[in-house]
Each structure stands twice: as structure tokens, then as C-alpha cells.
């Protein structure tokens, strides 16, 4: 299982890696190993400001539709517009080519709250 060191989690399986202000989310390999093959990316909050643990879109899979959650407060300024055509690559490449959205995150502090490597391979048992 790919748990990347440099990158925080969340209790919901979405991975976060900030710049700056910036984050960059997306579904870590444990969720989309879950979920299986993905079949469709949803997110209609673009340009939206939303609370943290806001849903701010859904992935759907063959077998299934989940909630995506907002692991951080703030405005979503980006959408993966190649998950419109290649929505496979979040099976793939869950922490490249699979990035979901990018935040301006109100409080970036908040950051460090979030899980790291260690506590999210406690949370799935790996």
C-alpha cells in the first residue's frame, strides 16, 4: 500500500499536500483499492468556499457513489479537468495524475492537524 510520507490525511481517506496557502487534494490508494475501478469525479463546489469536512464532490465507481470531504476550510480554485476524460488515472496515480482539486486554505494551520504517514496506517491497519 502507497502511503507517501511527505503528504497529511484524513479520517475520510483524502490525502492533502499544501504550498504556500495552496493545497492539493485528492483519495489516497487505500480508498480507491476500496472503491475500485473509478468511473466518474464530480465536483461542482469550484470557485465555492466551503468548511472544513464539507462534501465538495463525489467519486463514482462501478459498484458505488462516495462523498468527498474537504479536509481543509477554503475557496476551491482548481478541478482536474483530465479526470473528465481520464478518471482512471485516480486508480493509477492516486497522488499524481489523480489529484482532485486545489484550495486556497483560510487557516493553514490547520494543516497540522491532519494525520500523518504513521497515524493514517494506524487508522486503515496497514
Known amino acids: 500500500m ?3 510520507a511527505n503528504l497529511k490525511y484524513t479520517k475520510d481517506h483524502e490525502w492533502v499536500i499544501i504550498e504556500g496557502d495552496i493545497a492539493t487534494i485528492g483519495i489516497t490508494d487505500f480508498a480507491q483499492k ?3 475501478d473509478i ?3 464530480e465536483v ?3 470557485d465555492q468556499t466551503l468548511d472544513k469536512d464539507e ?3 463525489t467519486v463514482e465507481a462501478v459498484k458505488t457513489v462516495s462523498d468527498l470531504f474537504l479536509p481543509l476550510a477554503g475557496e476551491i480554485i482548481a478541478f482536474n479537468d483530465d479526470l473528465e476524460s481520464n478518471p482512471e488515472s485516480v486508480n493509477s496515480d492516486p ?3 489523480g489529484w482532485m482539486i486545489k ?3 483560510a487557516n493553514v494551520a490547520d494543516f ?3 494525520l500523518s504517514e504513521e497515524a493514517y496506517k494506524e487508522l486503515i491497519g496497514a
Open 2 to 4: 502507497n502511503i507517501p
Open 95 to 97: 497522488y499524481g495524475a
Open 34 to 36: 476500496e472503491l475500485g
Open 44 to 46: 461542482e463546489t469550484l
Open 55 to 57: 462534501v465538495f464532490g
Open 103 to 105: 484550495v486556497k486554505v
Open 39 to 41: 468511473v466518474y469525479v
Open 112 to 114: 497540522d492537524s491532519l
